[in-house]
Every structure is written in C-alpha cells, then in structure tokens.
C-alpha cells in the first residue's frame, strides 16, 4: 500500500513537504510519481522519479517550484513544494504503476 502525509493549509508563497511511505512491495525496484486532482479537473501527473533517483520528471507548471525524491531505505518518496500558488489546490496521489495512495489534500489560499 501506499500511504500519503504531509498535506494541509498554506498561504500563497509558502511551502509544504508530502511523504508517502509505501510498503508490501520492493520499493527500490520501482519508478514512483506524485499526481493531483484539482476539483473538476482530470487527474494530472506532477512528478515522477526512478529507482535510484537518477532521472525525475516534472510537469511543465511545477518546474522550479517542486521537488521529488526518495529514500529507499526507508520506502518513501517526497514531494518538496516550494511558492505554492492557489491553482496547486488540489488531492495529491502517491503511485506505482496500477497502486494509489488514498490522497492528500493541498489547499493553497489566504
């Protein structure tokens, strides 16, 4: 499974840090990625980093401001999200291929 934290309440400029820990599985055999749903809108990729955090990928509207990593020795990948801005609003979802976290709610307003 896959679990997600670290979400929450922000103001617009600020900064919030999502963990997602994931267990009964191999962790360090898998590329993992962060997406978000916003209300009303698809399901969107945010993020995405390899087994051994060599290569990360990005959507176009987080570059810069977002960061992914992972720690294998303790299965868990990171999400670093910098001058948040309110059209970040949104669930955010931990994955691995056909696994998701239940989500996490990020509200970015004053």
């Known amino acids: 499974q896959l679990v997600e934290s670290g979400g929450g309440l922000v103001q617009p400029g600020g900064s919030l840090r999502l963990s997602c820990v994931g267990s009964g599985f191999n962790f360090i055999t898998y590329y993992m990625r962060w997406y978000r749903q916003a209300p009303g809108k698809e399901r969107e990729l945010v993020a995405g980093i390899s087994t051994f955090g060599h290569s990360t990928e990005y959507a176009d509207s987080v570059k810069g401001r977002f960061t992914i990593s992972r720690d294998n020795a303790e299965s868990t990948v990171f999400l670093q999200m910098n001058n948040l801005k309110p059209e970040d609003t949104a669930v955010y979802y931990c994955?691995?291929?056909?696994?998701w976290g239940p989500g996490i709610q990020v509200t970015v307003s004053l």
């Open positions: 994955n691995r291929h056909s696994l």
